[in-house]
């Protein structure tokens, strides 16, 4: 008589890996949101944001959250520029119906004034990488095959000349992957056209542990083995941290030095255990000739942004993406 199968991995008790490789994952994660988000007066922008929901994958079941200023319609007629937002989570969890990351697009739209594209993309282990990545890539393509026949929404306000990519955490690591895939200009998916990336604190990995990897600091959400743990769940079966969709400088790792990139904005917390690793992401690119910023708040944990979208350091980072947006 054979063994019961056991739990191999375990993330938060909400999603578990067993050894026969089924996979049990919670059904009540996605937190449920209200259909307009009334911002706070004092905070003196503008007072709602409205949002919908379209499919962009039909074969997937994927969907993403278009969200606008209540504004857009009736203070002017100007068109808005579009920022995609992609979540974090590990590549194993999260979703646009999440609070944290729907409250940020709130943010985001309302003091950008911008329209914001939250996509969902497939989650590992049922679907490992690059799997999010390809989502990632149909989620532009989208905006790109209704920049004519199109919804009212982006017909009537998209800027679809001015286009930013932004992903935080694990979403941080798919902006990446489609800043190289999509090139200098975007030109394969005009008319839409990428003017930058903003990566907060993005996902990469790698064998040879950095120094804030190794001295771990405490931090409310994550640990080293938590991150280990989602590399173990999220890449090729077999394969190590040094694989190129986990570390853009790998020893497999094609080189970016002929590659063409549009500019890019990286942040990280100062008490980040991804620290030392998003800054020599950062180093390693401006030291072959890429246009690239990098910002680094002193004493902030990972996902600061998202998880509290009204602190003070988050209206900072709104500002300096701001800047961004209007400089590029």
């Known amino acids: 008589m054979g063994s019961l199968p056991r739990v191999v991995e375990d993330c938060f008790g909400m999603l578990q890996l067993y050894s026969n490789g089924l996979i049990h994952r919670a059904t009540d994660m996605d937190l449920i949101v209200s259909n307009k988000f009334q911002l706070r007066e004092e905070e003196g922008l503008q007072s709602a944001v409205e949002w919908r929901d379209f499919v962009f994958d039909k074969r997937h079941n994927l969907w993403l959250r278009l969200y606008k200023p209540a504004t857009a319609d009736s203070v002017d007629r100007r068109r808005l520029p579009v920022l995609y937002y992609f979540h ?11 609070a944290n990351f729907h409250n940020s697009c709130l943010r985001l739209a309302s003091y950008l004034g911008a329209l914001v594209v939250s996509p969902d993309y497939r989650l590992a282990p049922e679907h490992r990488l690059p799997a999010a990545i390809e989502d990632g890539a149909n989620a532009v393509k989208w905006l790109q095959a209704n920049s004519a026949a199109c919804d009212a929404w982006l017909a009537d306000a998209a800027d679809f000349n001015k286009v930013f990519i932004m992903g935080d955490s694990s979403g941080g690591n798919i902006a990446h992957h489609l800043a190289v895939q999509l090139g200098s200009g975007s030109p394969h998916v005009q008319p839409v056209r990428v003017r930058g990336y903003i990566l907060l604190a993005p996902f990469f990995g790698g064998n040879l ?9 405490t931090e409310p959400m994550l640990d080293l083995d938590i991150l280990d743990k989602f590399w173990r ?3 090729p079966i077999g394969e190590s941290r040094d694989h190129p969709l986990a570390n853009p400088f790998g020893p497999g790792s094609p080189s970016l030095e002929k590659v063409g990139l549009d500019p890019m904005m990286v942040m990280v917390g100062g008490n980040e255990i991804m620290r030392d690793r998003v800054e020599e992401y950062a180093t390693r690119l401006k030291d072959i000739g890429k246009d690239i910023s990098y910002v680094e708040f002193k004493g902030m944990h990972h996902g600061f942004f998202s998880f509290n979208p009204n602190s003070q350091e988050a209206h900072q980072l709104l500002q300096l993406v701001k800047q961004f947006m209007l400089q590029h």
């Open 88 to 98: 974090g989570g590990g590549f194993c969890f999260g979703s646009r119906t999440w």
């Open 209 to 217: 542990r950095t120094k804030s990897e190794i001295e771990s600091p």
């Open 233 to 235: 769940l999220s890449l």
